[in-house]
C-alpha cells in the first residue's frame, strides 16, 4: 500500500521561502511521476510542480508557468522522499498543497491520471 505524507507548510510573507517534503511508503516505482498540485479556496486543483522517471538513471522536471524560477522540485530516491522547495513567495501561492504519485509515466499535470495522494499540508503567503 503507498502512503504520501506531507509536511513542511505553514505560513509565510511576501518573498518568503518554504520547503515542502512528501515522504513516500511503498511506492518503488521506476517508470513514474511525483507531482505537487495545489488548491486554493474557490478555485479548481492546478499542477504547480512534477518530476517524472524514464528509468532509475533519468528524469525530467515540470514547472507550472507560474513558478517557472521560483519553485524548484527534487526527489532523494534514497529516502524516497519529494520536495518542494518555493522561494519568492506570493499571496497567489496560498493554497493547499499536495503530494501525488503515478505508478507510470503520465502527463505531469494530468491529476487524473495520479494513483496516490497525500492528505495536503496548507500554505499561507500574507503580510
Known amino acids: 500500500q503507498v502512503l504520501l505524507v506531507e509536511s513542511g507548510g505553514g505560513s509565510v510573507q511576501p518573498g518568503g521561502s518554504l520547503r515542502l517534503s512528501c515522504a513516500a511508503s511503498?511506492?518503488?516505482?521506476?517508470?513514474?511521476?511525483m507531482g505537487w498540485f495545489r488548491q486554493a479556496p474557490g478555485k479548481e486543483r492546478e499542477g504547480v510542480a512534477a518530476i517524472c522517471s524514464f528509468n532509475a538513471i533519468s528524469s525530467s522536471t515540470s514547472y507550472a508557468d507560474s513558478v517557472k524560477g521560483r519553485f524548484t522540485i527534487s526527489r532523494d530516491n534514497a529516502k524516497n522522499t519529494l520536495y518542494l522547495q518555493m522561494n519568492s513567495l506570493i499571496p497567489a501561492d496560498t493554497g493547499m498543497y499536495y503530494c501525488?504519485?503515478?505508478?507510470?509515466?503520465?502527463?505531469?499535470?494530468?491529476?487524473?491520471?495520479?494513483?496516490?495522494w497525500g492528505q495536503g499540508t496548507q500554505v499561507t503567503v500574507s503580510s
Open positions: 511503498g511506492y518503488t516505482y521506476s517508470r513514474c511521476c
Open positions: 501525488a504519485a503515478a505508478s507510470d509515466y503520465v502527463p505531469p499535470f494530468s491529476g487524473g491520471r495520479y494513483n496516490y
